[in-house]
């Protein structure tokens, strides 16, 4: 697929989104006009998963291009290496300026990573170690923690205020390039990466949008995990989260506030994109949107990310380049986020992200008879929310199969063409035998556990001199939206 004029690029990034909870992916009840229409208008991905699910790890990864083990990257404490290059950096080598609005989650003094302009910061501090969030009335319902489901409901949570400045920031600058283009002053393509922090806990939601859903929503469709198939580490999860047992009535809360989290993010992003019509750039555009990964939302009596099974793991991926991608298509081929990176450099004509892992899928789109390996990794280490010892787990999607490793506990195996819910751990089947252990062995190539947790214990060292350096000198942050404790209440 090769196209004359290099294209624009809007890339549209959100937190914590299920691609289950959305229109154009089967949700009869969530309201997403504006990303089904941009699906209608491009291709959507049935089977896209995150590198690590959860955000900072994520993240990196993405911009890179590599995998957490290979940037080392492995939890929300760790710090980049500067001197990787990154998506942007590619970016701009092509000519772009590379423009960040919005969420990136990168800790440490770089906090552009490639971005020749920033014009709206995270809410976190800059540095390991700098002033904590106050978030006021909802405090500690952003991370996995029961009171996340008790504080739940109507009401206003300070990362929608955020995205709203990220929104009428974009609008700016998109009304900014009108202008340029209508007076001949526009010289070549623009790169725009737009951060969103929704649908990401508190699971709260304005009272007007919350009231569409919170009638209407339903329960999980797979509340509880079944007999016999908790898995020892999911079962610590959901004691030391406080999740074992939730009353129906935070469960319908926190699912409601979700929903209606998700239209608030598709109603600014139909902001942006009007803004796009409005000053005549759809012209050549390359649009994407993403997530850096999704929520269990209490399928399989689990919440928040920090798993592998396919509400978490899995990110809606939608590509939209009208006149060069076709309309209306779905590609169900197995794509990692990495590919993503590879893809977007491919179709601008940027180059390849030097060790990166991913390939580019525009073959794929453009329906060229291309091999495919069909496979992607996820990988969750951490020290931080785990338990004594840690964790170090890792997840093999290749065609129908999934496999979860977890270090020193038995793992869990899927069929997901006979199993889509994941029901059923296949994983002491005899007849199984084959394809986990061949799953097995792609699974640890590469990858040692063993020399990850040293390296992780290596990193805490280093982060505790980081924390203390910034806690006693308070050094300044470079960019950083102010959340206020105010912007975070509850009506009920």
């Known amino acids: 697929m090769k196209h004359g004029e290099p294209p624009s690029l809007l890339y549209i990034h959100s937190d914590q ?27 959507l991905f049935g089977n896209a998963y995150c590198t690590s699910p959860i955000c900072v790890p994520s993240r990196m990864s993405m911009l890179t ?60 501090p800059n540095h390991l170690g700098g002033s904590a969030v106050d978030r006021g009335e909802l405090s500690g319902t952003a991370g996995p923690d029961r009171v996340s489901l008790v504080k739940s409901g109507a009401g206003q949570s300070a990362y929608q205020v955020h995205d709203e400045y990220v929104t009428a920031a974009a609008v700016d600058y998109l ?45 999980p469709e797979k509340p509880e995990p079944l007999p016999g198939e908790l898995h020892p580490h999911l079962q610590w999860w959901r004691q030391h989260t406080g999740i074992t047992e939730v009353p129906a009535e935070e469960v319908l809360r926190a699912r409601a506030a979700y929903w209606a989290l998700v239209t608030e993010m598709d109603r600014l992003i139909g902001q942006i994109l009007s803004a796009v019509h409005d000053n005549d750039l759809a012209d050549n555009l390359l649009i994407l949107y993403t997530s850096d990964h999704g929520d269990m939302l209490g399928e399989h009596g689990l919440w928040w990310k920090h798993t592998f099974y396919e ?13 060069v991608i076709p309309a209306g298509g779905r590609c169900d081929r197995i794509v990692s986020a990495l590919d ?13 992200l030097p060790n990166a892992s991913g390939q580019s899928f525009l073959p794929l789109i453009s329906g060229e008879d291309a091999e495919w390996p069909d496979r992607a990794f996820s990988e969750y280490c951490s020290d931080e929310f785990a338990p004594p010892g840690g964790c170090y787990q890792r997840m093999i999607r290749q065609g129908d199969w999934k496999l979860v490793y977890y270090h020193g506990q038995a793992p869990q195996l899927y069929d997901l063409s006979d199993d889509p819910g994941e029901r059923r751990n296949r994983a002491s089947d005899r007849e199984c035998r084959d ?15 063993d020399e990850i947790a040293l390296k992780m214990a290596a990193k805490r060292a280093d982060n505790g001199a980081l924390r203390a350096w910034a806690r006693s000198t308070c050094p300044p942050d470079q960019f950083r939206w102010p959340l206020k404790p105010e912007m975070n209440y509850l009506d009920e």
């Open 435 to 449: 394809v986990r252990d061949e799953l097995m062995d792609l699974l640890l190539d590469g990858w040692d556990p």
């Open 311 to 323: 509400e978490s793991a899995k990110v809606p991926l939608i590509l939209a380049w009208p006149g």
């Open 340 to 352: 993503v990176t590879a893809t977007v450099l491919d179709a601008v004509g940027a180059p390849a």
């Open 65 to 124: 291009g590599r995998h957490p083990h290979e940037n080392e990257v492995w939890t929300n404490q760790h710090i980049l290496d500067a001197s990787i290059p990154t998506h942007a950096h590619a970016m701009g080598a092509a000519g772009y300026r590379p423009t960040l609005i919005g969420r990136m989650h990168a800790l440490g003094p770089d906090q552009l990573h490639g971005y020749a302009e920033r014009l709206v910061g995270d809410h976190g």
């Open 175 to 219: 009304d900014r390039l009108g202008i340029e283009k209508r007076s001949g002053q526009l010289r070549g393509p623009f790169c725009l990466t737009a951060g969103f922090m929704l649908p990401h806990p508190p699971y709260v939601a304005r009272r007007e949008t919350y009231d569409l859903y919170r009638s209407q929503i339903t329960m």
């Open 17 to 43: 989104h299920s691609p289950f909870v959305t229109g154009c992916y089967g949700d009869p009840l969530v309201q997403t006009p504006h990303l089904d229409r941009l699906a209608s208008t491009g291709v």
